[in-house]
Nanobody, 126 residues
Framework: QVQLVESGGGLVQAGGSLRLSCAAS????????MGWFRQAPGKERDFVAG????????YAADSVKGRFTISRDNAKNTVYLQMNSLKPEDTAVYYC???????????????????WGQGTQVTVSP
């Protein structure tokens, strides 16, 4: 069992940056692939970015590629999402999630993730 707590959301102008953090409890964090998802009002929850348990493999959705970077610090049990060049369409609740199955590839489907945080709101104004 692992608990995830996101932080770092807020209101930012278009073109600005935010860094989201996801702190995990439990000693097995370093063996989980981690992902970030987002859900805008009235829309489905979509994959944003993921990182392998080793930190050596990352994958980002086309919509954020080149602007968002996922990273992790296993010593701090924390995964990050650095978001640059933010756009109004990035406005959403952002969730981090843990995939405990040590897959060789980054899962993009939310059903592949067993543990979820409560989410943090990101609002980008025009």
């Amino acid at each position: 069992q692992v608990q995830l707590v996101e932080s770092g959301g807020g209101l930012v102008q278009a073109g600005g940056s935010l860094r989201l953090s996801c702190a995990a409890s439990g000693r097995t964090f370093s063996s989980y692939n981690m992902g970030w998802f987002r859900q805008a009002p009235g829309k489905e929850r979509d994959f944003v970015a993921g990182i392998s348990w080793t930190g050596t493999t990352t994958y980002a959705a086309d919509s954020v590629k080149g602007r968002f970077t996922i990273s992790r610090d296993n010593a701090k049990n924390t995964v990050y999402l650095q978001m640059n060049s933010l756009k109004p369409e990035d406005t959403a609740v952002y969730y981090c999630a843990a995939d405990p199955k040590r897959r060789l590839t980054i899962a993009t489907m939310q059903t592949m993730y067993d543990y979820w945080g409560q989410g943090t709101q990101v609002t980008v104004s025009p």
